[in-house]
C-alpha cells in the first residue's frame, strides 16, 4: 500500500494521476484522510475546488474511496463558544466527559455531515458514520503518564459496513471516533485512524490530505518526504 501525504493544492493533481489509470485502479480502494486544518481552509467548499469532485469522479470510474476526517479547529472553535478552554499534552485534546460531547456533536455531526452534503452536491452519494457504528474503529483508552481523558487508539477494525457501504455505491463518509469495550465514545487520531482503516481494507493508496507539504523528518530543515511504501 503506498502512503502519501499532500498538501491541499496537490490533491487534485494526485487524483487526476490516478484516474489516468483508471483501468488499473478499478475496484482498488483509496483511503483519503481529510484533515481538520485543511476543511476550515475552504478546500473542498468553494467553487473551483477539486477534491470532493474528484473523490466522486474516483467513484464514478470505478475506484472506491473511503473519506476519513477529524475536525479540530471546529471543536476548539465550538468549546469557546460554549466557554470551555482547550487544552493539549503532546498534541492531544485533553477529553473530558464535556469535552467528548462536544466532540461527538460536531465530528459526528456537523463536520461529517457537511462533507456528505459536499459530495452530493458534486453529484455523488456519499453515507456519514462515525467509527462507533458498526464497530469500524474499537478502541481503548490512551495510557500515558497524563491522564487525556477519553482520547483512545484503535485496537480493532471491522471494514464490514465501509465494504457494505462501498459495494453499493456509496462514498462512506467516516468521523474519526472509537468505541470503547464498555461502549464509552472515545476521540481518536484521524490520522492513526485512517491508517488503521486503510491498512485492515488492504487499499491501494492512502492519502493524507493536509496542510502542510508532507511528512517531516526529525532532522531540522529535512526535506518533506512525500510518499512511504508500506
Not at 475536525?71 to 469557546?80: A, N, Q
Not at 474503529?137 to 495510557?143: I, P, Q
Amino acid at each position: 500500500m503506498a502512503v502519501e501525504t499532500r498538501a491541499a493544492i496537490d490533491l487534485g493533481a494526485s487524483l487526476a494521476q490516478a484516474l489516468r489509470y483508471v483501468n488499473a485502479w478499478k475496484s482498488k480502494t483509496v483511503v483519503v484522510k481529510y484533515g481538520g486544518s485543511v476543511m476550515t481552509s475552504g478546500v473542498g467548499r468553494a467553487d473551483g475546488d477539486t477534491v470532493i469532485d474528484d473523490l466522486v469522479l474516483l467513484k464514478g470510474a470505478g475506484v472506491d474511496p473511503v473519506l476519513v476526517h477529524g475536525g479540530g479547529p471546529e471543536i476548539t472553535r465550538m468549546l469557546e463558544r460554549l466557554g470551555k478552554a482547550s487544552r493539549f499534552i503532546d498534541g492531544l485534546r485533553v477529553t473530558d466527559e464535556e469535552t467528548m460531547e462536544v466532540v461527538e456533536m460536531v465530528l459526528a455531526g456537523r463536520a461529517n455531515k457537511q462533507l456528505v452534503s459536499l459530495i452530493t452536491a458534486a453529484g455523488g452519494a456519499a453515507v456519514g458514520i462515525s467509527g462507533k457504528d458498526g464497530k469500524v474503529f474499537v478502541a481503548r483508552k490512551l495510557d500515558g503518564p497524563e491522564d487525556l481523558g477519553q482520547v483512545g487508539e484503535v485496537e480493532s477494525v471491522d471494514t464490514t459496513v465501509v465494504r457494505l457501504l462501498s459495494t453499493h455505491g456509496f462514498v462512506p463518509v467516516i468521523a474519526s471516533i472509537g468505541i470503547g469495550q464498555d461502549g464509552e465514545s472515545l476521540n481518536l487520531n484521524a490520522d492513526h485512524a485512517a491508517g488503521a482503516l486503510a491498512a485492515a481494507l488492504g487499499a491501494s493508496k492512502f492519502i493524507l490530505l493536509t496542510d502542510v507539504p508532507g511528512i517531516l523528518p526529525g532532522a531540522v530543515g529535512g526535506q518533506p518526504i512525500s510518499t512511504l511504501r508500506a
